[in-house]
């Protein structure tokens, strides 16, 4: 491999203008690319659209709608809110959205007053005055509890818009833009109106991605700076020590430029890859730079120096980039689109800045010495030798020895650590509502959670009952006999089951009428508005809500499922039920967080070790050596979330297969340097301290730009899925370098030192 760089790193010595033309002309089909990216916020970001769970779910959304967008109205007191003019400005919203484009049904107060004036007048209107209002609304100056659905309290009215089935992301946007138009366009008196729900914040979810990914990108580039700047000295002036933030500019562009040609969008997983491809890359440019750096310090000329660095640096990165690699393709195994999406980007990204590094940034700093060493010279042949050694040099020449001395010591506390972690790991919880990965401080999720709360439920599970007819008189008894089952059960606790059929058992005094005629004819009582939602126009298919009190966590769920379906096993022929909705979803995205993240990690270890097992020429020891120290920190990285109260998400599920495909960089460039002291001679503990003192620095310089770019995470204050996960990878790569400057070099010093004592 060796034999390789050296004829690549004449290559670019020699055809430098070429290669860094060509790079050029790769960088505007790359810009060109990152136009064509989009943004996903949707469920097909968190499961696959081929498994049943997602086709299920967009079957009942097609017919009965999903989407749905709240108007709350929050009044100062009750007389505020039964105003007859702050009624009329709600209806005037509902008649409005009623008329706007994909809303399937729209109800509120206005819908209900209409309901009930038309019962006692025959006339579907507004009460005509304040007194007439009121004697429908109150009872005893409080609210009736049939009006209850609409104004939950005293000081709030609510509407409902639920939208058709199958609309895009774009219209349900569209829709609430028009409802804060509508709202804006009408006078309340002693009201504040506002648009929430689900619908809304996945809406709001592209602004707030657009500006927190802006927030990131600029704090990782000021950390790069900073840390660059403070640890990073090399030759030449003050600024040259900023190029490899460059190079990686230009890889990360690269890497935006292919998610827009391969159609990977833009999701709260994905877009934390910019900040972390921006650590990771100026890594990678980093230990390019410090090997040139070095190569030209000990007084060899340019060409000598960019071949000797491309020979000896470049077969150690591009190893540890293949096992990197390797460790990301666990990401693979895992059910969550996203995190599969999150896997590619990695890899090509990395592969990008890797490339960049090799050849551009070592082309730029060959040409700029080149110039200097031309001018310098002056006709002679006469070069500098720079023998310097900075502090970080010098603290890392004193650890040496102390790491050396001390093995037994340094890898019991490593193994005890690594221990305690995986027994506490089933111990950490796992957050699946997605709402709960946006701030709750947020002014829409105010909104939302003060919804749920007024709303006393929410809708954990809905059943799509399917046949020819299933108004038919044994179908609407068989669901009316589930949904009384289901509402009386004590396993979970229900607060509310509602259909088509409790509505039709309403109005024909709490029975089914026996014959079609009869049921038909109270179907033609039912609010059109109202009757969308629970039957569609072909009477082939009806939807069953069933609502839970707030707090039910996934283990509540998966029972109230099971005890759903058992009033569901036995319906009428011809008859099918399915239970789909939210907490169907939230089941599915649990279990594929929870047992694909264990998998996923144990991939990862695997793939890194046999890929290192194989590169090192089937070196079983190089191989398990290199990958041990950093599967230590998955246990580290345990005790860390689960002191700190962290959960796993969609993104720290990841952490596993991440930290391993990080990690073993270090291990691989610190193991390569120490072999290559070893071949010219030196004993273990005198090219284990060299080793440390030479590629230390980078080491550290890399880790800390990688913990960097992961700082940057903690500034996307709009998403605590962003903040915990960077708050928890910054730790992680602080013990990879941890194990790469101590557990790894004690254990190296050990083995050897143990064979050669055995030689002897």
């Known amino acids: 491999m060796n034999n390789i760089f050296k004829r690549l790193g004449h290559f670019i010595e020699d055809q430098r203008g070429l290669v860094i033309m060509f790079s050029v002309l790769l960088l505007v089909g790359a810009m060109f690319g990152a136009t064509r990216l989009t943004w996903a916020t949707g469920i097909e970001t968190m499961m696959s659209t081929d498994s049943q769970v997602y086709q299920d779910f967009q079957e009942f959304n097609e017919h009965f709608g999903a989407e749905s967008v709240i108007v709350l109205a929050r009044a100062d007191n009750l007389s505020n809110l039964v105003d007859l003019d702050n009624i009329v400005a709600l209806d005037t919203v509902e008649q409005e959205m009623s008329a706007a484009d994909g809303v399937l049904s729209v109800v509120g107060p206005g819908f209900a007053l209409r309901q009930a004036m038309a019962q006692m007048t025959g006339s579907a209107v507004l009460p005509p005055d304040q007194a007439t209002l009121e004697a429908i609304l109150l009872d005893n100056g409080a609210v009736r509890s049939e009006m209850k659905p609409f104004f939950p309290s005293d000081t709030f009215g609510i509407v409902i818009i639920t939208m058709e089935g199958g609309v895009t992301p774009e219209q349900v946007t569209e829709t609430v833009n028009a409802a804060k138009t509508s709202i804006g366009g009408v ?329 079609q005629e009869a049921i038909d004819q109270m179907l033609g009582f039912v609010p059109e508005l109202l009757k969308a939602n629970l039957l569609t126009d072909d009477k082939s298919m009806a939807n069953i809500t069933v609502l839970t009190g707030p707090g039910l966590n996934t283990e509540d769920l998966k029972a109230l499922k099971t005890v759903v379906e058992g009033y569901l096993a036995s319906p009428p022929a011809g008859v099918t039920a399915t239970v789909t909705g939210q907490g169907v979803i939230g089941i599915e995205l649990m279990n594929s967080l929870t047992s694909g993240r264990v998998e996923m990690t144990l991939l990862g270890i695997g793939l890194v070790f046999l890929g ?105 204050r709009d998403f605590p899925i962003l903040t915990d996960f960077g708050a928890v990878t910054m730790i992680n790569v602080g013990f990879a370098l941890v194990s790469s400057l101590v557990v790894l070099p004690t254990i190296i010093v050990a083995i050897d030192m143990r064979k050669e004592r055995k030689l002897a």
């Open 187 to 515: 006078s309340f008196d002693g009201i504040q109106a506002s648009v929430t729900g689900a619908s809304v914040i996945f809406a709001e979810m592209q602004t707030l991605m657009s500006k927190s990914m802006s927030t990131m990108i600029g704090i990782s580039m000021l950390l790069m700076l900073i840390i660059l700047a403070v640890v990073f000295s090399v030759r030449g002036f003050f600024v040259w020590r900023w190029l490899p933030l460059g190079a990686v500019v230009i890889g990360s562009v690269y890497a935006f430029g292919m998610m827009g040609w391969i159609s990977i969008p833009i999701t709260m997983v994905t877009m934390a890859i910019l900040p972390i491809l921006i650590g990771l890359g100026v890594d990678y440019a980093v230990q390019f730079h410090n090997r040139y750096d070095e190569e030209a310090r000990r007084g060899e000329t340019v060409a000598a120096a960019i071949i000797d660095s491309v020979t000896h640096i470049g077969p150690a990165i591009l190893i540890a980039i293949i096992a990197a690699g390797l460790g990301f393709a666990a990401l693979f195994l895992s059910p969550v689109p996203m995190i599969r999406q999150f896997g590619t980007i990695l890899i090509i990204g990395v592969i990008a800045c890797y490339l960049v590094s090799l050849f551009i940034l070592l082309p730029v700093l060959y040409a700029h010495d080149r110039r200097k060493h031309i001018k310098a010279a002056a006709g002679k042949n006469s070069v500098i030798v720079d023998n310097r050694t900075g502090i970080v040099e010098r603290w890392l020449g004193k650890l040496a020895p102390w790491v050396i001395r001390n093995p037994v010591l340094i890898i019991s506390i490593a193994a005890v650590f690594t221990i305690i972690g995986v027994g506490l790991d089933s111990r950490i919880e796992t957050e699946t509502d997605e709402n709960k990965y946006i701030s709750q401080d947020l002014p829409l999720m105010k909104d939302f959670n003060e919804l749920a709360a007024l709303s006393g439920g929410s809708a954990a599970f809905n059943v799509l009952v399917k046949a020819d007819n299933v108004t038919r008189p044994e179908v609407l008894t068989w669901m009316l006999e589930a949904q009384g089952g289901m509402l009386t059960q004590s396993v979970i606790p229900v607060v509310g089951v509602t259909g088509i059929a409790d509505t039709v058992a309403q109005i024909g005094q709490g029975q089914i009428p026996p014959n």
């Open 612 to 716: 290192l097992f194989v590169l090192f020429r089937l070196n079983l020891v190089r191989a398990l050596i290199a990958t041990l120290p950093i599967a230590m920190i998955i246990g580290w990285s345990s005790v860390v979330m689960y002191l700190g109260d962290i959960k796993y998400t969609a993104l720290t599920a990841t952490l596993g297969s991440l930290i391993i495909g990080i990690g073993v960089e270090f291990t691989i460039l610190m193991m390569m340097r120490y072999q290559e002291e070893r071949k010219k001679g030196e004993n273990p503990a005198v090219a284990m301290t060299t080793a440390m003192t030479k590629i230390g620095r980078a080491v550290i310089t890399s880790g800390l730009t990688v913990v960097g770019g992961f700082g940057a995470l903690l500034f996307a």
